[in-house]
């Protein structure tokens, strides 16, 4: 699959603590999107639903556990705006 610039999957290794602190940081960077950190527990555990995050083994992840994080912008606005609605979070 050929990843748009804005969709190239962000890769950091499955060790880092903590974690949610990490993946906030790094999406946040990759999304065009407002973002608030109180959102890292629903975003991560959406993301690992619908697959947005992925544990690489360590073939995948080049001799380390990583996770593959996919900044598909679309499709985490989906995620907040659900989020948003059904007031799991909040501005």
């Known amino acids: 699959m050929a990843w748009e610039r804005d969709e ?3 890769v950091f290794p499955a060790s880092c603590r ?3 602190s990490l993946f906030f940081l790094m999406l946040n960077k990759c999304l065009a999107l407002p973002l ?3 959102w890292s527990g629903y975003l991560w555990a959406n993301g690992r639903e619908r697959n947005l995050i992925t544990l690489l083994d ?3 992840g080049q001799d380390y556990a990583a996770w593959r994080v ?3 912008t679309e499709t985490w606005q989906e995620e907040m705006e659900a989020g948003l ?3 799991r979070i909040a501005f």
Do not use: G, R, T
């Open 18 to 20: 903590p974690i949610l």
């Open 70 to 72: 996919l900044p598909v």
């Open 58 to 60: 360590s073939d995948e």
């Open 36 to 38: 608030l950190e109180s």
């Open 85 to 87: 609605q059904a007031k």
């Open 8 to 10: 190239a999957p962000v």
